[in-house]
């Protein structure tokens, strides 16, 4: 078993916020189990919810036994931390669905075959499907005082538009979670982001109160970018992990576009890097910030754990079509999905694909799909040296044929460094 601090791991990592007096001391006599909740509102788990995997993962090699809690149970009633608005509620298959999805990918960072601390999962579905209402109030709520929770900031923030019972009755269910894993389980820690601390130390009050236990909190802190944006969300929405939401190159780009300014925190908070690796990582970075070593690390970290190595490699290749010097043979290595992602937003063309059975002069190529206004400048244009085709150097004799298309039935045109354009064949 490790003898890694856990406290102290999380505290250079950044990834500490709150911590209740006699977490410390609790955690060094030996093994702790210790959990964090995840609500199936979606099948998949996002880049945010890294995090909360992260703390456990660490939890874990700090040689104690994490569980993730799936609210089976919660995800119908809907958190109300840091929500403006109630949320939707799902129906049971939706949330079942859900479940499993995101049981699968927390299975890919934790283990669940290693002795003793062995990482479990829950769902809380399982002791309150046949909990009822009147039974629930009389030996839950009543331990409970309406000002204790009144007083927390997830209903003080929603006072003036309203919370529903529902939502009000949120951090009751949450705090018997704790109870529950502390009762049946030896739970005595129960861990989260920073805006569910009122919720945690609602289950450790009710230990207290119900059966005069003892039990932990800890919180990590929300991840805020340094330009006030908000972190995991791009133009195009959530990065989730599920490689049919967020494919592994937007994924792979998503880490790779970290700014300086944010890229040392992510570095510490989502790779299993050591502090004296990111430290050496830090000094190159001041030698050179344009080779991005960082940032090229913290993609590859966390991109191989979340898909795989080949996916990686993938990305990169990928990305090199871009920015890097590549070649038709790289090309089509890339399905028809990826080569769209890349040259999203590129300006495209059309042709008719009997036009290419014929064989079509570049020439012609250029101006009927619009890439060039005239044959004068596209023969000027070639005769400089400036057009390519699917990243091959092409003159005034190139002919394109069905042999020049690529996956997604297009063929990459590109005039100079920077200036590509998409030859869709129909």
Known sequence: MSKKNFIEELKW??????????????????????YIGFDPT????????????????????CGHKPMALIGGATGMV??????????????????????????????????????????????????FKSFGFLEFIRDVGKHISVNYMMAKDSVKNRLETGMSFTEFSYQLVQGYDFYFLWKNKGVMLQMGGSDQWGN?????????????????????PLIKKADGTKFGKTEGGNIWLDPKRTSPYKFYQFWLNASDADVANYIRIFTLNTRE?????????????????????????????????????????????????STDEDLRKLSGETLMEIFEGVPQGNVGADELSAGLSIVDAMVKSGFM?????????????????????????????????LAGGVVLLQRGKKNYFLLRVD
């Open 373 to 405: 206004k005239s044959n004068g400048e596209a023969r000027r244009a070639l005769q400089e040296g400036s057009i390519s085709v699917n990243k091959v150097k092409a003159d005034a004799e190139r002919v394109l044929t069905q042999s020049d298309v």
């Open 42 to 61: 979606a099948d998949s788990l996002g880049v945010g919810n890294l995090v909360q995997i992260m703390t456990l993962l660490h939890f874990q090699q």
């Open 78 to 127: 809907g958190d109300p931390s840091g929500k403006s608005a109630e949320r939707n509620l799902l129906d049971e298959e939706t949330l079942r669905h859900n479940q499993a999805c995101q049981q699968k990918q927390i299975e890919k960072f934790l283990d669940f075959n290693c002795g003793e601390n062995s990482a479990a999962m829950v769902n809380n579905y399982d002791w």
């Open 200 to 220: 945690i130390v609602t289950g450790t009050e009710l230990i207290r109160r119900k059966d005069g236990g003892q039990a932990f909190a800890l919180t990590t």
């Open 277 to 325: 690796e990111i430290e050496a990582l830090e000094a190159e970075q001041q030698l050179d910030p344009s080779k991005r070593p960082m940032q090229k690390a913290l993609a590859k970290d966390i991109s191989c754990r979340v898909h795989s190595l080949a996916d990686y490699e993938a990305a990169v290749a990928a990305s090199e079509i871009l920015f890097g010097k």
């Open 13 to 34: 990592r950044g990834m500490l916020h709150d911590v209740m007096p006699g977490t410390e001391d609790e955690l060094q006599k030996g093994m702790v189990r210790g």
